[in-house]
């Protein structure tokens, strides 16, 4: 299996949706383009986001012991040694770190923070000046087309385990008042209908113990239709997406007041 086949099935075996792997994959590609050399992944989980970005150095921090020992058995039974991963259990706002980074990636962490402002301090302390901010938060408007089935646009409930979840506007409010420039914003997953209408035979072949080579099958069929044919669609629909994209620059706070805030 390559680098990505062998995330994508763990990503399926440990039971994420598919629009988890599409999140990984927006941000390796964001980092794959670019000349950042030494990353801080805040919040990694079990570290499937980071063997995607290829020729970094890149110190994934998670709150959980297990997540990091999970991160470390992935990394070690498949292989995946093409980058310098080192994992770390610690808490965001006690990092361990003296050195400064060139990026920081902080996905689906703050909405689980009583203080997200708080945390995103402690995150730029180890940022270093032109140093770039990925964020993504859930989207508070997103749109989910099993809504529409129910004849209904009625906006989602809140996900039980977050604190809060935002809007575009939201995500301007936040980092305002930082030394930060919005270099990006966008939409991640703009909710495709046909992993609605597949799920039920990803799931009973799960239910039955069937062979798991079927759901990778379903999985990746439908990740590749949607990657070729939905693309487009989410361009243009992306502040219905699943989750806020945000790329900011650290810069001087005089160069912050007489930005785009």
């Known amino acids: 299996m390559t680098i ?14 598919i629009w988890h792997f599409i999140r990984y994959e927006r941000i390796a590609d964001f980092f794959n383009d670019t000349d950042c050399k030494y990353l801080l992944d805040v919040g990694c989980g079990i570290g499937l ?6 020729n970094k150095y890149i110190v994934g921090v998670d709150i959980d012991r297990k997540n990091i020992m999970e991160a ?15 994992n770390v ?17 902080c996905s689906e962490v703050l909405e689980h923070l009583t ?47 977050h604190v809060r979840e935002y809007k575009v ?20 997953y703009f909710d495709f209908p046909l992993f609605h209408v597949f799920s039920p035979p990803i799931r009973i072949p799960m239910c039955l113990h069937l062979s798991p080579k079927f759901r990778f099958f379903v999985y990746n069929a439908l ?9 487009p669609v989410e361009s243009l629909f992306w502040h219905r997406a699943y989750y806020i994209l945000a790329v900011l620059k650290k810069v001087h706070l005089e160069s912050n007041r007489v930005g785009v805030f």
């Open 4 to 17: 990505c086949q062998s995330i994508f099935w763990e990503n399926l075996k440990h039971g994420y949706a």
């Open 49 to 54: 986001l980071d063997p995607l970005i290829a």
């Open 72 to 86: 470390k058995r992935i990394r070690k039974t498949t292989k995946l040694d093409h980058n310098a991963i080192h």
């Open 89 to 105: 259990v610690a808490d965001l706002h006690f990092l361990p770190f003296r050195e400064k980074f060139d990026a920081i990636i």
């Open 115 to 161: 203080h997200d402002k708080t945390a995103l301090a402690a995150l730029l302390s180890l940022l270093k000046e032109g140093g770039l901010l990925l964020m993504t938060l859930p989207n508070a408007i997103r749109l989910e087309f099993s809504q529409l089935f129910r004849l209904t646009l009625r906006q989602k409930r809140m996900h039980p385990t």
């Open 169 to 188: 506007s939201d995500a301007y409010c936040l980092v305002r008042a930082f030394p930060l420039r919005m270099e990006k914003i966008t939409g991640v």
């Open 223 to 231: 990740h590749q239709v949607y990657t070729k044919l939905w693309m």
